[in-house]
């Protein structure tokens, strides 16, 4: 049985839920492994990073967006992890531009981090992971 389709701005308001939720416990590891921990921020920023995705997979498949079917779920998976390993160099890269060379400050810069990130998984994953 094929779920529900689900139209463009359902799927914005549900990827904005997702993808709240997911900064939270995101921002959430890095500031309790930076702050609490003394680990490099930097390195609290790919953890937390990288257990928010797997939060988000499964909410993104399950719920955001019209996943095919075609493939298979290691595929789909597959997929997702390439694009999010993707999405974590491009946040990387901005928190280093923007604490080692603009100066701002890395809970701030995280935010931007975030946000930018936040466009490029919304159209990677529309792209690459759902049906035309």
């Known amino acids: ?19 709240g939720s997911a900064f939270v416990i995101d921002y959430g590891i890095m500031i309790f492994l930076t702050e609490l921990v003394g680990v490099n921020y930097l390195l609290s920023c790919g953890i937390s990073f990288a257990v928010s995705v797997v939060y988000n997979y ?3 498949i399950c719920w955001v967006f019209n996943i095919s079917g075609q493939r298979s779920k290691q595929q789909d998976f597959f997929i997702f992890m390439l694009l999010s390993i993707i999405g974590l160099g ?3 890269l901005m928190m280093w531009v923007c604490v080692e060379c603009v100066g ?29």
């Open 58 to 60: 499964i909410l993104s």
């Open 90 to 92: 491009i946040n990387q």
């Open 1 to 19: 049985m094929e779920k529900e389709k689900k139209s463009l701005v359902q799927q914005i308001l549900r990827f904005g839920i997702v993808g």
């Open 104 to 132: 701002i400050f890395y809970m701030l810069a995280k935010i931007i981090a975030t946000a930018i990130v936040m466009v490029y998984n919304f159209v990677t994953r529309k792209l690459f992971l759902e049906k035309a």
